[in-house]
């Protein structure tokens, strides 16, 4: 009874760190502090797979609310034996206000770095919604659309279609941001040139 016992904790130790191997190794959400809502890390882990199926490069995200004092590459160092070379590793830190994407294996030169990373609405698919009013959507909708984004163009320079990819549908939040962006450049610059010229006029009739 007691060998059978043993025999059976055994079998399930060994199935559970088949799994739990398993699971580590799938590309998409490797850590997430609750910081990404659960719908959008079902979205990642599907797209990631589905690229990682058809490439071979791995894709994975980190959420965390804290670097607790380390750079961004301990903690890839950290996290090294769950990460499956040729990789991109997307990286958040939340109370860090740090956004990163490391790799290996040449992956760097399949997807364009600066542009995902860029400040700017209209290049960036991160840091434009991140600083937009905070909020945990923002941060969801900011990792989705990053992801998304170094998913879709390593898929696109290897010629590969995404059955799962999110494309245009996933920028709709984006797009609202840079419609903001735009209207208050504008608006402010309007302001501007006004109150100049309604200054002049001023000291022109004094």
């Given at each position: 009874?007691h060998?059978?016992?043993?025999s ?95 790799s290996?294996?040449g ?8 542009a ?91």
């Amino acid at each position: 009874m007691h060998t059978f016992l043993r025999s059976g904790r055994l079998l399930v130790t060994a199935f559970s760190l088949i799994f739990f191997s398993s699971v580590l190794s799938a590309a998409g959400v490797l850590v997430n502090e609750g910081i990404i809502g659960e719908r959008a890390v079902q979205k990642i882990n599907v797209l990631g797979e589905e690229l990682r199926q058809k490439s071979g490069v791995n894709v994975y995200l980190v959420a965390l609310h804290s670097l607790q004092g380390k750079v961004m590459a301990d903690v890839e160092l950290e996290l090294s034996s769950k990460l499956t070379a040729p990789y991109a590793l997307l990286m958040l830190s939340k109370e860090d206000k740090q956004v990163n994407i490391l790799s290996s294996g040449g992956v760097e030169a399949l997807f364009n770095k600066d542009a995902i990373l860029s400040p700017y609405p209209w290049r960036g698919t991160i840091l434009p919604l991140l600083t937009t009013k905070k909020g945990s959507d923002n941060y969801t909708a900011a990792m989705l659309n990053g992801y998304a984004d170094i998913v879709e163009q390593i898929a696109a320079t290897q010629k590969i279609t995404l059955d799962h990819a999110i494309g245009s549908g996933n920028k709709n939040t984006l797009n609202i941001v840079r419609i903001i962006v735009y209207a208050t450049l504008i608006w402010a610059v309007g302001v501007a040139l006004y109150r100049r010229r309604k200054h002049r006029h001023a000291r022109n009739n004094t």
